[in-house]
């Protein structure tokens, strides 16, 4: 088959989620730098908040919040749904049974035997 399948909905939302995810790590690096660090809370000291804060705690604030918002986001979507093939299991199986029942050579020896027998 050369039919692609179509991309599933939970790695839209998981991409979303961390996106997302970046944008809020960035607010919360920031507002730990102003209430923690005690930087300025002005527009010009937001650089200084910023880098106030340590690279460490820096980096497991963005990956904390950016794999926990990508894991909600793709946990919460739903499914895509996906075409099912058309195949009857039921009939299959009662064929099969149906033809193991039947004697073979029922048929067979019908068309081999001579007509006044």
Do not use: N
Request: hydrophobic fraction near 50%; charged fraction near 20%.
């Amino acid at each position: 088959m050369t039919d692609k399948a179509p991309v599933e909905a939970k790695v839209y939302a998981a991409t979303i989620g961390t996106g997302a995810g970046a944008v809020v790590s960035a607010f919360i690096v920031w507002l730990l730098g102003v209430i923690v660090w005690r930087a300025p809370f002005t527009a010009p000291g937001a650089a200084e908040a910023v880098a106030s804060v340590p690279g460490p705690v820096t980096a497991i604030v963005g990956l904390v919040i950016t794999v926990g918002s990508s894991f909600i986001g793709g946990y919460w979507a739903k499914h895509t749904p996906r075409p099912q093939p058309e195949v009857d299991l039921v009939a299959e199986r009662d064929d099969v049974a149906v033809r193991a029942m039947r004697p073979q050579w029922d048929d067979d020896v019908r068309e081999d035997t001579p007509d006044d027998v």
